[in-house]
């Protein structure tokens, strides 16, 4: 009647050697470190980076417990922080001498101390949030000037295009800084293009002035319309990053405005901080514009001659300089994916692009206009722009679908795919301030957390034990298990803990004892009836069991309401929450009716059961079971 097949007790066992297991990480905590990555592709980091890195810390006089190169960074792991912040300063200055152009990423970091067995097994410590254990915090400054520019710069090719439809002829178009200079011969086309410009761009305001044998128009943003810029600028870069942060897979990321021009990003109990502070740190934006071709552009690509007017000059990745037009064809902003591969022709890295349909339709219309001509892809990070091609258009390119390609890594298609399928920015922006912080709240109340799941474990446990005896200890070694289980699979899930997320679990221990509590009081019950202690225990808990389904049912359904709409440390408690609940229906039934079937099944004239005091209703006296 109460024996368990053996199959049974082999899935109690694995779940408890598993959750054992991934939850021991948790117990070794974490070191302070330094972490080293490479800021550019031609930074290589091998044994000769790691040996500079060594040398730099024995120059200091500065001990580490261990330093490694592990894949693409180098991890130096200290016993306290105070060497974890001197030696940053030490590998700062032997690796970057020249700070403005620095060849690596020195970021502050944190290491488990687990052994290398279980990091073998891809045992992980589970994240402690900013509240608890800290994380990385960026001030972010955004160039709203730089905005500003691109605005303007987006509406002079606009209106280009607008005054070529209405056939308003005009003595050339510039932009000057935040306005644009629009020049014509006679005061007609002034005229004309006065009447156009006030009808489709609202956006700006104009002054017509006399400029020597011609007429000069110039085209300003209205106040308004440049605060809506940046405003947008300033969304838009904020939608971004939490883009860029889901593609690291940071738990419970913290990214609000500060001011008019600054976004505050904290990373709770992020791990790759040299990582996430490359791909915030990089403004990488895509512009597809055409190769000017003129004599003058031949003589300024061999630096023989000054760039044409109305012309830039960039260089692509072999060091050939490449003289393209202003106007901007396409940009990042007409992306809808960007994913790594491989050129299907010469089998190198490329990165795979997905128009929009306005992008689409441009490109196709552009690339059918201009066969025999080169066509140049740039990719702009932090303020400086790249060629990464310039292929020659061969035919009308239709569908949507471009390739990117020409002597970049695998490594750099990732990086690069990632930083365009994240979004572009509107505007470039700068770290301006960068640190690890520690506890919000103090090391006093991170103890009072834990405190009070210690305590609050321990209390019930008495309880349990004082008043169900026997049933009450097994009761207890279940609540146990079901606390090391909720561990582990945080664990496993990589989940961040935070304050929120200690008090759901101190709820979890109360709720999942309940289902403990219904199973000894039916027990009872059946025990008074008259029952036989092994139909007693029998019929406890199959009759206690459809209780504790409703009970925990209508509880995880106000979790899982909580984990729909909730935001921030609200989604920190109801993940907790929704796990306790389905972990104390494992632990509080299955586990529990294992371990009493071991002591109680295998007696097969069991006269009495250890469950406390039962009394009897019909009596004055109660029975003592023992």
Known sequence: ???????????????????????????????????????????????????????????????????????????????????????????????????????????????????????????????????????????????????????????????????????????????????????????????????????????????????????????????????????????????????????????????????????????????????????????????????????????????????????ERYLERNGQAVIVKKQVILTGDNLTDAQPGFDNQTQEAAVHLTLDAKGARIFRDVTRESIGKRMAILLFEKGKGEVVTAPVIRSEIGGGRVQISGRMTTVEAADTALLLRAGSLAAPMEIIEERTIGPSLGAENIAKGFNSVTWGFVAVAIFMCAYYMLFGVISSIALAFNLLLLVAVLSMLQATLTLPGMAAMALVLGMAIDANVLINERVREELRNGASPQAAIHAGYDRAWATIIDSNVTTLIAGLALLAFGSGPVRGFAVVHCLGILTSMFSGVFFSRGVVNLWYGRQKKLKSVSIGTVWRPDSSNQVATN
């Open 1 to 311: 009647m109460n024996r368990y097949p053996v199959w049974k007790y082999a899935i109690i066992l694995v779940a408890l050697l598993v959750s054992g297991l991934y939850a021991l990480p948790n117990v070794f905590g974490e070191a302070p470190a330094v972490q080293v990555s490479a800021a550019k592709a031609t930074m290589k980091l091998d044994a000769s980076a790691l040996a500079r890195v060594e040398d730099a810390l024995k120059a200091a006089g500065i001990a580490a417990d261990a330093v490694t190169l592990d894949g693409t960074s180098i991890k130096a792991r200290f016993s306290n922080t105070d060497a974890q912040l001197k030696a940053k300063d030490a590998i700062q200055k032997a690796l970057n001498p020249d700070a403005a152009d620095a060849g690596y990423v020195v970021a502050l970091n944190l290491l488990s101390r687990s052994p290398a067995w279980l990091t073998a097994l891809h045992a992980s410590p589970m994240y402690l949030g900013l509240d608890l254990r800290g994380g990385v915090h960026f001030m972010l400054q955004v160039d709203m000037q730089a905005a500003l520019s691109k605005k303007a710069e987006s509406l002079a090719g606009d209106i280009r295009s607008v005054l070529r439809e209405k056939n308003v002829r005009h003595s050339g178009i510039s932009r000057n800084g935040q306005t644009i200079e629009i020049r014509f011969r006679d005061t007609q086309a002034l005229e004309a293009a006065r009447r156009v410009v006030a009808d489709q761009f609202g956006d700006l305001t104009t002054v017509e002035s006399p400029d020597g044998t011609e007429f000069k128009m110039v085209a300003s943003i209205k106040p308004v319309a440049a605060k809506s810029v940046q405003d947008q600028a300033l969304k838009q870069n904020i939608t971004t990053l939490h883009n860029r942060i889901n593609e690291l897979g940071v738990a419970e990321p913290v990214i609000q405005q500060q001011g008019q021009d600054r976004i505050v990003v904290q990373l709770p109990g992020v791990q790759d901080t040299a990582k996430a502070k490359d791909i915030l740190g990089r403004t990488a934006t895509l512009e597809i514009r055409m190769v000017e071709e003129s004599v003058e552009a031949r003589a300024a690509e061999t630096g023989t001659g000054p760039v044409p007017f109305g012309s």
